[in-house]
């Protein structure tokens, strides 16, 4: 008598190991693994994001028979149930908006329409957006408190991740090809990077393993120093799920010393992100704090459009932006320290809103977040929760002279730094700060 088949969807968990939906199907019996290409649901990925997820669903399926189909998710998995004879379909559960609600409307077609079992798990986070409460019983809206009780539930909890399981493929299904990028009239902008990331399962844990022994020591010292390789780069495993927030967590807990507390509490900033976004799915789009909606943004157009085009070039003659700016274009990843500066001063220098800001590193992002992009962005602008105090302005100049005194990193990233061919600034920073300080008494009116 032949074992029970499962289908086991997958999303922002490319692992097998401590992948609690890949578990659950293995102890029923036979195992498809299929990812689907639904372009109609939710936000469609960014370049950077493509070339990430292909190369990571190569590498999977150089382990296990992965199918891949392209289609509405509903319609691919009642085709896979009918032509597998499945009886159930598994997943992680995700947490952006679309798949919040749209999973909930699968799981409904899977039970009733298509008639078989339908589960999800818990995967892409240490905690749930809603396990997480504070003494009202309601959510948080600020970090560090959040932080704290999520530490009081951790503690009490097993957080030891689980190895990959032995597991029952069911091989000769149909697969479709693994192309997202680049499309066909599109350049290889990313050429080269597969020397730069260690796309996969087996890159993400070397990742991990390498910086806790070598630079966990020295992460909260050194986190902010562009020109110095002290933060982990495991963004981008962590959003498609190559390594576990469990895995990461136990080994930085194992190997403990200086770093470990404050490296783990960026981990916790990346689940505050998602339990925000949970209980506020707008802040995707809209502004968290309402009165923003007052602040009095340039229109795109003039001058006002060039000075968005010279960011994304990375030629707004501020040299640690312009270093960020290219460091982001060349290698899909941009440090954090730089993020914060880039993305100060597109707001609030050039006063263009957060939105244009967001929809770029979306797209040129290796580790693009809808959780942590919004939130990122709206800490800075000043608009979101945990914000940053809107008055707080970087000064370029000031953050270059503080972290990167020697210029080491705008050196690498800005050949021309300290030549007459370097730009002009195009925006004087006294008066920038000027008018944007005023652009926040209206919303302060």
Same mark, same amino acid.
């Given at each position: ?55 990571? &669903? ?7 028979? &992965? ?170 495993? &962590? ?68 000075? &968005? ?137």
């Amino acid at each position: 008598m032949s074992k029970p088949l499962t289908i086991w969807w997958l999303r922002h968990d490319l692992r097998l190991a401590d992948n609690p939906a890949l578990r659950w199907a293995a102890e029923r019996g036979e195992v498809v693994p299929v990812y689907i290409n639904d372009r109609q649901r939710g936000r469609r990925p960014g370049g950077a994001s493509l070339w990430w997820l292909q190369q990571s &669903l190569r590498d999977l399926g150089g382990r296990i028979p &992965l199918v891949v189909r392209h289609g509405p998710t509903d319609k691919v998995l009642a085709d896979l149930v009918a032509e597998t004879g499945a009886t159930a379909v598994c997943w992680n559960r995700c947490y952006e908006p679309w798949a919040v609600e749209g999973d909930k409307d699968i799981k409904t077609t899977l039970r009733e329409a298509v008639g078989v079992e339908a589960h999800s798990f818990a995967g892409h986070l240490l905690l749930e957006p809603w396990e997480v409460k504070n003494g009202s019983g309601t959510e948080f809206k600020v970090f560090t408190p959040f932080w704290k009780a999520c530490l009081g539930l951790l503690a009490a909890r097993d957080m030891a991740p689980c190895p990959a399981p032995e597991v029952a493929w069911r091989e000769g299904i149909k697969s479709d090809d693994v192309r997202f990028y680049p499309s066909r009239n599109e350049p290889d902008w990313a050429a080269g990077w597969e020397k730069r990331w260690p796309v996969g399962e087996a890159g993400a844990m070397a990742v991990l393993q390498e910086f806790v022994t070598n630079r966990m020591a020295h992460y909260a010292e050194g986190r902010d120093l562009p020109a110095k390789a002290f933060t982990s780069k495991l963004s981008p495993h &962590l959003h498609f799920g190559e390594i576990s927030p469990r895995q990461v967590w136990a080994v930085a807990q194992a190997h403990g010393g200086p770093g470990c507390a404050k490296f783990l509490s960026e981990v916790g900033w990346r689940e505050f992100c998602h339990h925000l976004l949970y209980h506020y799915p707008t802040m995707l789009e809209q502004n968290w704090k309402g009165a923003f909606d007052a602040y009095p943004w340039r229109e795109l157009e003039g001058k006002a459009a060039a000075d &968005l085009k010279a960011w994304t070039q990375g030629k707004t003659g501020y040299p640690l932006v312009d270093a960020g700016m290219r460091e982001l274009w060349h290698t899909g990843w941009m440090h954090n320290r730089v993020r914060m500066v880039t993305a100060s001063f597109l707001i609030k220098h050039l006063q263009i809103h957060w939105k244009e800001g967001e929809r770029w590193f979306w797209d040129t992002l290796v580790d693009a977040d809808a959780a942590n992009n919004a939130c990122g962005w709206q800490w800075v602008a000043g608009c979101g929760a945990d914000a940053a105090p809107y008055f707080r302005i970087f000064n370029p100049a000031t953050q270059a002279e503080k972290f990167d005194a020697q210029a080491e990193y705008i050196k690498t990233w800005v050949p021309e730094y300290g030549t007459a061919a370097y730009p002009k600034p195009i925006v004087n920073h006294e008066a920038a700060r000027a008018a944007a300080l005023a652009g926040y008494e209206v919303v302060k009116g």
